[in-house]
C-alpha cells in the first residue's frame, strides 16, 4: 500500500532572498498558515498516512513548524545537512521507505481545485509506472513560474498522458516557446526499487555535485517508463516573488 510522501524541506530557498534567509520559504504564511502545511492537507486528503519531511539543520524553525500541524499524519524528519538537490534529499529518506513507492510533495508549489496528489496517485494505481503531475503553461502564465523542463507527451486512449522526453531545467522562468507547453511540475509519485536509479547516477558525480533528479525521470521518459497525470488545479509557485505575491492574493477568498 503506498501510503507515504517525502517533504523535501532542505534547500536555502534562494529566490526568496532576502526574507528566506531568516524565514524558511516552507513556513511562509499564504491564508495566514504554512506553506507546509497546505502541503500536509493536500497528503492527507489524498488518503497518504505517513509524511517523511526532508530537513536542513539551519532551518531549525521549519521542524517546529511541521509538528505544530494538527491533521491526521504521522510525521517523520530526515535531516539534510547541505542541500544537494532533490535526488540526494529523496536518497536521504531510503532507509525510511524500506524499498516501497512513495509519492513525492514539493511544498513550494500550491494548489487551488481538486487535488494534484490524488491524481498521480490515481495515475500511478492505473499504471503501475513512475508518475508525474503535467501542467501545461503559457507564455503569460510562465512569469510566475520558476524554471522547469517542457516535456514531450503522448496522449493514450484512456485520457492518460505517456511522457516521452524531458528537457533540462532551464534558468529563471519557464520557457514555453512560442505557445504553451507542457512541463513537470511538483508532484509524482515513484514505484519501488527507483531509489536504485538515483543511488547509480550518484556513484557517476564529481564530489560535490548535486544529485538533480531531472535526470532519473529523462532516463524514464526514454525507458517508456514514465506517466503524466494532467493538473486540474490553478497551480502557484511559491517558491519565486511573482509566484508568493500571486498565491497570497489569490488563497483568502478561497481558504477555509
Not at 492574493?249 to 477555509?256: H, Q, S
Request: with cysteine; proline share 8%; charged share 20%.
Amino acid at each position: 500500500m503506498l501510503d507515504t510522501a517525502v517533504i523535501p524541506c532542505g534547500g536555502l530557498g534562494t529566490r526568496l532572498h532576502p526574507i528566506s534567509r531568516w524565514l524558511p520559504k516552507e513556513v511562509l504564511p499564504v491564508a495566514l498558515r504554512p506553506v507546509l502545511h497546505w502541503a500536509f492537507d493536500e497528503a492527507a486528503d489524498a488518503g497518504l498516512l505517513r509524511i517523511i519531511v526532508v530537513t536542513n539543520p539551519h532551518k531549525p524553525m521549519l521542524e517546529a513548524v511541521a509538528r505544530s500541524y494538527t491533521g491526521p499524519l504521522e510525521l517523520e524528519f530526515v535531516p539534510q545537512d547541505h542541500p544537494r538537490g532533490l535526488g540526494d534529499a529523496l536518497l536521504r529518506a531510503r532507509d525510511h521507505l524500506s524499498g516501497s513507492a512513495f509519492a513525492v510533495i514539493l511544498p513550494d508549489n500550491l494548489f487551488l481545485g481538486p487535488n494534484p496528489t490524488a491524481a498521480v496517485l490515481a495515475v500511478h494505481r492505473a499504471t503501475g509506472l513512475a508518475t508525474v503531475l503535467l501542467a501545461e503553461i503559457s507564455r503569460e502564465q510562465a512569469e510566475t513560474k520558476g524554471a522547469t523542463g517542457r516535456a514531450t507527451v503522448e496522449r493514450s486512449n484512456n485520457g492518460s498522458y505517456r511522457v516521452v522526453a524531458i528537457a533540462d531545467k532551464g534558468k529563471g522562468r519557464f520557457d514555453p516557446g512560442q505557445g504553451r507547453a507542457f512541463t513537470p511540475i511538483g508532484r509524482m509519485v515513484l514505484p519501488a526499487g527507483s531509489l536504485e536509479r538515483f543511488e547509480a547516477m550518484e556513484r557517476e558525480l564529481p564530489n560535490g555535485a548535486e544529485l538533480d533528479d531531472v535526470p532519473v525521470f529523462q532516463q524514464l521518459a526514454r525507458e517508456g517508463a514514465l506517466a503524466g497525470a494532467l493538473v486540474e488545479a490553478r497551480f502557484f509557485d511559491v517558491g519565486i516573488p511573482e509566484g508568493y505575491r500571486e498565491a497570497v492574493t489569490a488563497f483568502p477568498a478561497t481558504a477555509p
